[in-house]
């Protein structure tokens, strides 16, 4: 049973690209959420959704940032324009139905450079 | 809105026990939760207790929570150098149907031999 799957593990990218950062989720798991990890300090959380919707997106950058997570295929975090203080570690997290048992589970995460 | 604080080192010699502290802020919390973070990798789930425990045991763990004080400890026996870490406290008021959770800064756990 494998875990929650990122990629890139590293990615870099120049000023003004674009950063798409995957997450697979464990097997069985509808939601997913997204945090960013700036250095030296702790997760913050920006986004959750389950299969083709957005529940919660009040920890989204207002503008650059958008998420998505489809009917198939992995959840995407797209980063437009890149600036030099996105560069952060990006971890995803799965979760099963909310049934009480709250536990999630973390990816390994994305460290973005932007250079 | 919620806050979650937590000392940033502590350092301890092999063998002893290790105590990292958390402090909350948000009174409608319902789960606490301890992370554990190493070099480079991601986020592992140690241990968690709901809100209506006062102790919860695991082996070597023992995570203690004064809900009066909003206060969360975690105390791990026999420390090993394997344990050398960042632990990240977090909360989770699960309001709605969105659990997201925050974090404290870390702490950054150093073994001594």
């Known amino acids: 049973n494998a875990g929650v799957m990122q990629n890139p593990r590293h990615l870099v990218r120049r000023r003004g690209q674009e950063a798409r950062l995957r997450c697979s989720p464990m097997?069985?798991?509808?939601?997913v959420y997204w945090y960013r990890q700036l250095p030296e300090e702790g997760l913050k959380f920006m986004v959750y959704?389950?299969?083709?919707?957005?529940?919660?997106e009040s920890g989204m950058p207002k503008e650059r940032f958008s998420a998505e997570f489809p009917k198939e295929g992995p959840s995407i975090l797209r980063i437009q324009q890149v600036v030099r203080g996105d560069s952060a570690a990006y971890f995803c997290?799965?979760?099963?139905?909310?049934?009480?048992?709250?536990?999630?589970?973390f990816g390994q995460g994305t460290r973005l450079t932007v250079v | 809105g919620e806050d979650v604080e937590q000392s940033l080192f502590l350092s301890v010699r092999e063998g002893d026990s290790s105590v990292i502290n958390c402090t909350y802020t948000d009174s409608s919390s319902t789960y606490l939760y301890w992370y554990k973070q190493e070099p480079g990798a991601g986020l592992q789930l140690l241990t968690y207790i709901f809100s209506n425990m006062d102790m919860k045991q695991d082996q070597r763990l023992t995570v203690l929570l004064n809900k009066k004080d909003k206060h969360l400890s975690l105390r791990i026996a026999d420390t090993q150098t394997g344990d050398s870490a960042i632990y990240f406290c977090?909360?989770?008021?699960?309001?709605?149907?969105?659990?997201?959770?925050?974090f404290g800064s870390g702490t950054q756990l150093t073994v001594l031999p």
């Open positions: 997290a799965s979760s099963p139905p909310i049934t009480g048992n709250t536990e999630a589970f």
């Open positions: 097997k069985g798991h509808s939601h």
């Open positions: 977090a909360e989770s008021s699960y309001s709605g149907s969105a659990r997201q959770l925050t």
């Open positions: 959704l389950q299969k083709e919707n957005i529940i919660d």
